[in-house]
């Protein structure tokens, strides 16, 4: 839905993902939509070492990088008296020390792309499980989307000085992979759970994303930007 966006509005957009042929198979849908462009390239950023192999191989093709998408995660659900610990591990890794390892490592490039006027874009995809109690027994994806909200503001503290703006977006039920099974059981329940009475669409996200990219967003940083239809203002009459 993001890469969507920027692609049809110019830009120059790299997938990454361990899994090399679902981006070139992404790539080349989203290379029909154009002016911009959708390159494929892969990349494991849930441990310090595919963080390193990853920015190594960008740094072969880039010299600055305009936006950050901090979108690759996980998830776990499972019942409170067999939650595991691995469930921790694996969703906090790629959630969110994933998150700061690779914005981290990547600033060089995002400092060589800001100025005071357009500055570079960090943006994170939180959820609104991190801000409200989730109904599902998802204990670590809860805990670390919390965690990615409070991260975004120390970032955004870190890296404001050197023209970098990070926020993050709260997002609501859409249709994802991680979604996927999800919504085919529950999701007219899903959608009846929100104000507005359905999920998210593509445009929904991809708007919000190219705000925060363009001109109207540069004064904006450190923002948990709720995108959820209105489900955490809806009453339980």
């Not at 776990?76 to 067999?82: F, L, Q, R, V």
């Not at 994170?124 to 409200?132: E, H, K, Q, T, V």
């Not at 979604?179 to 991809?206: N, P, Y």
């Not at 994303?209 to 239809?229: K, N």
Request: glycine share 10%; with cysteine; hydrophobic share 45%.
């Amino acid at each position: 839905m993001i890469a969507s966006g920027l692609v049809k509005n110019g830009a120059k957009v790299y997938l990454v993902s361990r899994k090399q042929s679902q981006c070139e198979a992404a790539a080349k849908e989203l290379n029909k939509e154009g002016p911009g462009s959708a390159v494929a390239i892969g990349g494991d950023v849930s441990s310090a070492d595919g963080v390193k192999e990853f920015v190594t191989k960008f740094k072969e093709v880039e010299k600055k990088l305009d936006i950050l998408v901090n979108n690759a995660g996980a998830n776990w659900g499972e019942s409170y008296e067999a939650f595991p610990e691995a469930a921790f591990d694996k969703v906090m890794a790629l959630n969110v020390k994933g998150v700061f390892l690779l914005t981290r490592d990547l600033t060089p490039l995002l400092k060589a792309a800001a100025t005071e006027e357009n500055p570079a874009r960090v943006i994170n995809i939180g959820s609104i499980d991190g801000i409200r109690i989730p109904e599902l027994e998802t204990y670590s994806y809860s805990a670390s989307k919390a965690a990615v909200h409070q991260l975004t503001k120390t970032l955004a503290n870190r890296l404001a000085s050197s023209n970098i703006t990070v926020n993050a977006i709260a997002a609501g039920p859409f249709q994802s992979k991680m979604m996927k099974v999800t919504l085919e059981k529950f999701g007219d329940v899903i959608a009846a759970g929100t104000l507005l009475g359905r999920i998210g669409s593509t445009e929904d996200m991809a708007g919000l994303c190219l705000f925060l990219s363009s001109r109207a967003g540069a004064w904006v940083t450190g923002a948990i930007l709720p995108l959820e239809g209105g489900v955490l203002s809806k009453a339980k009459l």
